[in-house]
């Protein structure tokens, strides 16, 4: 088996979900003349990829260390919607299950396309990938537990849809631009789409079934679009920590391994040696054929 990174870079420029602490860090020793370099860092645990822990929205829930490697690390989907779901649209099941087989007990990874909009990619917009991105209603939820998913991942900066969070009223204009989007494709406004009832319905409505999910999803994932693999998210054995840092990793058989690198070999990456997404959109164009 080798690994195939699905993880983000981590560095000061990595935004934060918004109003929480950016990654900061400082040097308290030099190598000169301390003979060591050593830093401090201060950061919220919302930050870069993450996985959003039970105890994040769930009072009695688990905290980071008590989540089981076997939860972490399983059988998973990864779909792609990137071409079904732009900005501020909902995503349902069957726009899933169309593209690709997810079993009972699976991690469900999801490709909004949002993380081409990350910091680290050549179309890099910040607003765009935490304010705009497409997010589900309760039915997607309600699926999600029927299936009894062990966790689920985006490659943008929530599982929920962004206006169905505080950003909502944090960003008025951008709330319009929604509340207009949604009149034209839906026939509903934004106030009816995501009523009081379904707020932040991934965090509130999940958590306490156990199904949590990770956030700020990248790497290599444009490798693997409507497919199945292995991954595993390592955050940290975090006592009583509501959400962690985390590196999310695909496992795949060696030949498949291969195979993949040779795409990769066609790609235009990134300064950090990641597939620059929207430099290599016929990546999305093969996914379709799975």
């Not at 050549?122 to 304010?131: C, F, H, K, P, Q």
């Not at 207009?180 to 009816?192: F, I």
């Not at 006592?239 to 040779?262: H, P, Q, T």
Request: hydrophobic fraction near 35%; charge should be negative; glycine fraction near 8%.
């Amino acid at each position: 088996m080798k690994a195939i990174d699905l993880t983000i870079p981590l560095g000061i420029g990595t935004p934060a979900w918004p109003t929480y602490v950016p990654l900061q860090v400082e040097y308290f020793k030099r190598l000169a003349p301390n003979g060591a370099n050593g830093q401090i860092v201060k950061h919220s645990n919302h930050v870069g990829t993450h996985l959003d822990g039970e105890i994040h929205f769930y009072t009695p829930g688990k905290d980071m260390a008590e989540l089981q490697l076997d939860y972490l690390f399983n059988d998973a989907a990864i779909v792609d919607l990137s071409d079904i779901a732009g900005d501020y649209d909902v995503y349902t099941s069957k726009m899933v299950e169309d593209r690709v087989e997810v079993k009972e007990g699976d991690i469900l990874i999801i490709h909004t396309g949002y993380h081409h909009y990350g910091w680290d990619q050549s179309t890099a917009d910040e607003v765009r990938y935490m304010i705009k991105h497409p997010g589900p209603d309760r039915e997607f939820a309600e699926w999600a537990k029927k299936k009894k998913l062990k966790w689920i991942g985006v490659d943008c900066g929530s599982a929920d849809h962004p206006m169905n969070t505080k950003i909502r009223d944090w960003m008025p204009k951008e709330a319009r631009h929604c509340d207009a989007h949604m009149k034209e494709k839906y026939g509903k406004g934004l106030d009816e789409i995501f009523a009081e009832d379904k707020y932040q319905l991934m965090h509130l409505e999940m958590f306490n079934h156990g199904i949590i999910h990770a956030e700020c999803m990248g790497g290599d994932i444009d490798l693997l679009l409507n497919s199945r693999c292995q991954v595993g998210c390592f955050p940290w054995k975090f006592v009583d920590g509501e959400s962690s840092i985390a590196r999310i990793v695909a496992f795949v058989e060696d030949d498949r391994y291969e195979k993949l690198m040779a795409t990769k070999a066609k790609c235009e990456l990134t300064k950090f040696g990641d597939i620059d997404g929207s430099k290599n959109a016929w990546l999305h164009e093969e996914a379709k054929k799975k």
